[in-house]
């Protein structure tokens, strides 16, 4: 089917905002470490269960060892390390620069993916993926940002910017390891499988892991962890691999990095919030980007 690879990356964006709206509310109360490190546990023991129940205990017996380690390699480095490095972004410049930050993972992705992928994207694919992301930058900067320390900022820039390329650079090794070989949906779970074990030395070295009992004991958080789960690192990372092995992966990425525009209605809706003329704007520049990259 033409362009299923754009629409997967488009409803990997859905669910992501949506699942951001869910993890904000349980990192509020249990601490974000201890969220992820949940999450990512969680996903991999609901992976594991749908593999089981549609495939049996043999999850991709086309893999071979190269692949194997290649989707383990990116999920160290996408989701161990890429979200270890947006969170410390996020305590030192906090979420609006270190969302801004994140948007230098689909040009990473785009330029990664010609040396290891052979990919290249024709004028009007940079063209559409400027424009989107200039949305995107115009409504995380329409507020100005409070007064950050010079350490902080040193600190927080350099942890956004190792945030991206580990997105970008996860997304083209799982590309890569895939192949032809191993679907989307085992190759997740092989990415969850290194992902989880690298949080949790991260958690049990840094001490943090000691918090997920205040996650476990409080009921609404778990519920919105569990749900959030399914909708993130679940069937947001699967449709995120459909997108890559579909179209090229610098537009993949492109497209879910709208989800800061998807989470506006979101927000509308949920929380009642009201949007600015310029987020509007914004909303409708990088409408505009999505609808050059179905066109192109």
């Known amino acids: 089917m033409p362009l299923l690879g754009e629409l997967a990356a488009l409803t ?23 969220l992820n490190l949940a999450r990512i546990t969680l996903a991999l023991v609901a992976l594991s269960l749908i593999l089981l129940a549609t495939r049996g205990l043999a999850w991709a017996p086309e893999a071979h060892t ?139 070295a840094t001490g943090k892991a000691r918090r997920l009992p205040i996650l476990v004991r409080d009921p609404m958080a778990r519920l919105a962890t569990i749900g959030a789960t399914f909708l993130g690192p679940v069937f947001g990372v699967w449709l995120s691999l459909v997108a890559v092995r579909l179209t090229k992966t610098g537009i993949a990425a492109t497209l879910m990095a709208t989800t800061p525009i998807v989470v506006l209605p979101l927000l509308i809706l949920v929380q009642k919030e009201k949007v600015s003329r310029r987020a509007a704007l914004g909303a409708v520049a990088a409408v505009a980007g999505v609808g050059m990259l179905f066109l192109r």
Do not use: H
């Open 66 to 204: 190269r692949n194997v380690l290649v989707l383990a390699l990116s999920g160290l480095i996408g989701l161990t390390l890429g979200d270890w490095a947006y969170f410390g972004s996020l305590v030192f410049v906090g979420p609006r620069l270190a969302t801004l930050l994140m948007t230098f993972a689909p040009p990473f992705a785009a330029l990664l993916a010609i040396p290891l992928l052979g990919e290249t994207l024709r004028p009007t694919g940079w063209a559409a993926m400027v424009l989107i992301l200039g949305g995107v930058i115009w409504v995380v900067l329409e507020r100005s940002p409070t007064s950050i320390p010079r350490g902080y900022r040193i600190r927080g820039v350099l942890f956004g910017i190792l945030a991206a390329l580990g997105q970008g650079l996860g997304l083209v090794l799982s590309k890569v390891g895939m192949g032809s070989a191993v679907d989307p949906l085992p190759a997740t779970a092989i990415r969850m499988a290194a992902a989880t074990a690298g949080v949790w030395i991260l958690g049990i």
């Open 12 to 34: 990997t964006a859905i669910f992501w905002a949506a699942g951001s709206l869910l993890f904000t509310f349980a990192g509020r109360r249990a601490g974000s470490f201890a």
